[in-house]
């Protein structure tokens, strides 16, 4: 599994990087590095860092709320696709086919500019930002359940049909225990993309990790050292969700040994 | 003759162009055993399968327990409690311990209490002898543990009738017997059952009637003495002298 690999090796993948920054810098052509502005060993890049890192509660915040929000909307969307009402089939397919389809940029712009203009609501660019991932990662949320939910055999359901199980309880005892198991990597990696996707909401003005990194560029005209430490902030924020979705696997891998197979 | 509890008329059910019943009559009276036995394909899976609506038919009635199973889904979940299946596969619920896959459906679709279900759930594992496992999980046990489990798990919902769809198919030999055994004793308490089998050892000791099927239709019915002494179709005698013949 990647996570699995990610998480293990990462302190000779953390000192390739640094090795890999730090070679660059001795040999790199004409280029002067200025590391010292993001170098927390002087006041000034101490206080760069810190303005840099004061993004890290929005990008947080945002990603956390939109996957919060789009994982139940996505299940809600994923279930039709099971029944046999033919409308919520169709429903199901439409929405799945069509928001996938639309780039986060585009659709970011239009639910900031475009929807008030229909509502009359004006959205703040944050909440304009966490309902474009929500509508955006819902679609791929509700394709994780679809595959999720359908890996589980058949005579599961037979089983719970013939003892008189409501569809409801069914889903709830015997279908989602059995496919948050395999629903879980794939999850993981849709969070870590709708954190990496949240650095767009900057170009409408939410104060997160890229939107403070841009501001910093344009004062101290650093971009070399400025993106890479922005990309450093990212690479951490995912290996902290690497590990924290490792250890739900192993938590809920637990009973999976007792199954055998 | 005994109240009739389970009757189809004239049922037939497609997969597609292919009839796999075709226009079956059947009678099942209240405390019945019956097997039906026929070659694969045959269409009797299918015909248990269509009395607790795991199969749709597409014509005829069927009526189990003075109910009709139709498009009212109020009609098939009160049918569904008040028939047990067991399947080849077992099915049970890998992710619960047995005493779990016990008490799951007593709990939420009789509304039991889980202390009232567990008392029930524990009473069932004694009878099918595995009272010590209810800790464990299915994976744990024997392919005839966990067959008995199935059946416990079936008998807590405190069927009228049960229906085995090939039971002991799946199992290795040695531990077809443990799960016969307690078929027999099932039957012995008078438990209407409709068994799908080729142990013809066990239809000869519990079965009240004998169905044989092939191509969807039912051949020939009729208690086992005649059944396996002069059996009155030559497809009927085909059949048993390849499967008793070794």
Redesign the interface.
């Known amino acids: 599994m990647p996570t699995d690999r990610a998480t293990r090796r990462l302190p000779p993948m953390a000192q390739v990087l640094l090795a890999g920054l730090l070679l660059a810098g001795c040999s790199g052509g004409n280029y002067t590095w200025g590391w010292y502005v993001v170098s927390p060993l002087n006041p000034q890049g101490q206080g760069n860092i810190a303005f840099l890192l004061s993004g890290m509660w929005q990008t947080i915040s945002v990603s956390l709320l939109a996957i919060t929000v789009s994982i139940p909307l996505g299940l809600l969307v994923a279930l039709p696709g099971f029944g046999r009402n033919r409308v919520g089939q169709g429903f199901n397919r439409a929405y799945v086919e069509f928001i996938r389809s639309i780039p986060i940029l585009p659709l970011m712009l239009w639910v900031y500019y475009g929807l008030p203009v229909l509502t009359g609501i004006n959205f703040d660019p944050f909440t304009a930002g966490v309902i474009t991932l929500v509508i955006s990662d819902s679609a791929f949320e509700a394709e994780i359940f679809r595959g999720g939910l359908q890996s589980i055999e058949r005579g599961q359901h037979e089983a719970a049909d013939s003892l008189g199980l409501s569809a409801l309880d069914k889903l709830r005892f015997v279908i989602l225990p059995q496919a948050i198991r395999r629903i879980l990597p794939p999850l993981g990696n849709q969070f870590i993309y709708v954190l990496k996707m949240s650095s767009l909401l900057s170009v409408i003005g939410v104060f997160e990790l890229t939107k403070k990194a841009n501001e910093l560029v344009v004062t101290l005209y650093r971009p070399l050292e400025v993106y890479s430490f922005l990309i450093l902030e990212y690479f951490l924020l995912v290996v902290v969700i690497s590990l924290f979705v490792r250890r739900l696997e192993r938590r809920m891998g637990a009973d999976q040994r007792q199954r055998g197979r | 003759m005994a109240e009739t509890i389970i009757s189809l008329e004239g049922v037939t059910k497609r997969f597609g162009t292919f009839e796999a019943l075709k226009k079956v009559d059947l009678t099942v009276a209240l405390g019945e055993r019956m097997v039906i036995c026929g070659p694969s394909g045959s269409g009797k899976s299918t015909l248990i399968r269509c009395i607790?609506?795991?199969e749709e038919h597409d014509e005829g009635r069927i009526v189990v327990d003075g109910r009709e199973l139709d498009q009212d889904t109020r009609n098939v979940?009160a049918i569904?409690?008040e028939?047990?299946?067991v399947?080849q596969?077992f099915?049970?619920?890998?992710?619960l311990t047995v005493l779990d896959n016990l008490t799951?459906?007593p709990m939420?679709?009789?509304g039991m209490s889980r202390k009232d279900a567990e008392e029930v759930a524990r009473l069932y594992l004694d009878r099918v002898h595995i009272p010590e496992q209810a800790d464990k999980?299915?994976?744990?046990l024997s392919g005839g543990q966990q067959q008995r489990v199935?059946i416990a798990?079936?008998l807590c919902?405190r069927p009228r009738i049960m229906l085995f769809d090939e039971p002991t198919s799946a199992l290795d030999p040695e531990m077809i017997s443990e799960v016969l055994d307690v078929m027999v004793e099932l039957a012995r308490e008078g438990m209407t059952m409709i068994v799908v089998t080729h142990e013809m050892g066990f239809a000869r000791e519990v079965a009240d009637t004998m169905v044989f099927m092939d191509g969807g239709e039912i051949v020939e019915k009729a208690t086992p003495a005649e059944f396996f002494v002069q059996p009155k179709s030559e497809r009927t005698s085909l059949f048993l002298s390849r499967i008793l013949a070794h």
Do not use: E, I, K
Request: avoid cysteine.
């Open positions: 607790n609506r795991l979940a569904r409690r028939v047990g299946m399947f596969q099915n049970l619920f890998p992710h799951l459906a939420r679709a009789r999980y299915p994976a744990q199935a798990r079936s919902m």
